[in-house]
């Protein structure tokens, strides 16, 4: 029987790879493909970016690393990466799953990221805990030792680094945006309903511009939806992977 094709994540601005491991071990209980976790180009054990990068310039990176055709599973920037990928580099994606991404942003909700970006820019410790309180606020629950991990992966990031990985998520839904509609892999846009940077307004924009594409928003959910709702993710992009209709090689 032919190898069945693995399944790559990528992460969001900011984080590494190990924001998937709650989410690994879900989906390593329902499906038997190999499952790949990429660092982000400026991310986690990959070298720091040293000038301005567009977003081009990081799906190049990562289709460099990629083990050959895969199902990909963007989270937040990791979803808008994807998504050029199965745009300009279709060879390499069997499927595309967005989670938590960002689509086509409104003039409001782009003042509000560049407003973040500027934050980030000018108190960069003081924007890694404004976006803890956006990610888990005291009435999520979420525990403390998460948290507490998410917190660490951020503050240990080299600043410089960041906001050039942050200034790409922050504008390049634009441009990919508008080449949504020639994207031909089968795909899934998911995201929680209580996200409040990457909405389900977004992910139904998503929806309505990739031909065919599946949607879903996970109640009482926010932003980190691989880390709050690792088990009902895993469910959802399980079950869109596998489904009957994808050939066995796939």
Not at 188 to 206: C, F, I, K, N, W
């Amino acid at each position: 029987m032919e190898r069945k094709l693995p399944i790559v994540l990528l992460h969001g601005v900011g984080l590494d790879s190990s924001m998937w491991d709650l989410f690994r071990a879900e989906l390593g209980r329902l499906t038997d493909r190999e499952i790949l976790a990429l660092d982000l180009p400026g991310h986690g054990g990959q070298p720091p970016l040293t000038e301005a990068v567009s977003l081009a310039d990081l799906a190049n990176d990562v289709a460099a690393r990629l083990p050959g055709r895969a199902h990909l599973v963007g989270f937040s920037l990791g979803a808008l990466i994807a998504q050029h990928l199965a745009r300009y580099r279709p060879e390499l994606v069997a499927s595309l799953t967005s989670v938590s991404s960002v689509c086509l942003r409104t003039p409001q909700e782009a003042a509000s990221v560049s407003a973040r970006l500027e934050n980030a820019s000018a108190d960069f410790p003081g924007s890694v805990e404004a976006s803890l309180e956006r990610w888990f606020p005291a009435e999520a629950g979420t525990d403390s030792a998460t948290v507490a991990g998410v917190r660490q992966t951020l503050l240990a990031n080299n600043q410089e680094s960041y906001l050039h990985a942050y200034r790409v998520f922050a504008t390049a839904d634009a441009g990919i945006g508008a080449e949504l509609g020639g994207i031909t892999a089968p795909s899934l846009a998911v995201t929680g309903d209580l996200d409040p940077g990457s909405t389900p307004d977004m992910t139904r924009r998503l929806g309505e511009a990739i031909a065919g594409a599946r949607t879903a928003v996970v109640p009482e959910t926010r932003h980190m939806l691989p880390v709050e709702r690792p088990a009902e993710l895993a469910r959802i992009i399980t079950e869109f992977i596998e489904e009957p209709r994808r050939n066995t090689h796939d």
